[in-house]
């Protein structure tokens, strides 16, 4: 997906979802390849409560790399990362199983 100089800037704050429809966060930075002239990666600032907070933690944000970005236009449109990512009580069940 190609992105302009003009929605570059507008990105910033726009809200995240997955496209199973998760709310994980708001677009608070960009990384660019300036080789390239790409963005690179996408910065979302993980909001309390959401799915993503489980998911990650006491983390603020996650890096996700723009080639899961789906779509761009009133919100951020993003490859259910959900799904490949272990849940909280994965994890703990995997710690309790460790001697």
Known sequence: MAVTAKNVREIFGKDVFTEKGIYCGRVSDLEFD???FRVKSIVI???????????????????????????????VLIRDIMSSL??????????????
Request: hydrophobic share 35%; no cysteine; glycine share 10%.
């Open 86 to 99: 272990p849940s909280p009580t994965e994890e703990e069940s995997t710690e309790e199983e460790k001697p």
């Open 34 to 36: 300036l080789s390239r």
């Open 45 to 75: 600032d993980i909001v309390r409560g959401s799915a993503l907070e489980r998911i990650v933690g006491g983390k603020k944000g996650i890096i996700v790399p723009y080639s899961m970005v789906v779509a761009v236009g009133d919100i």
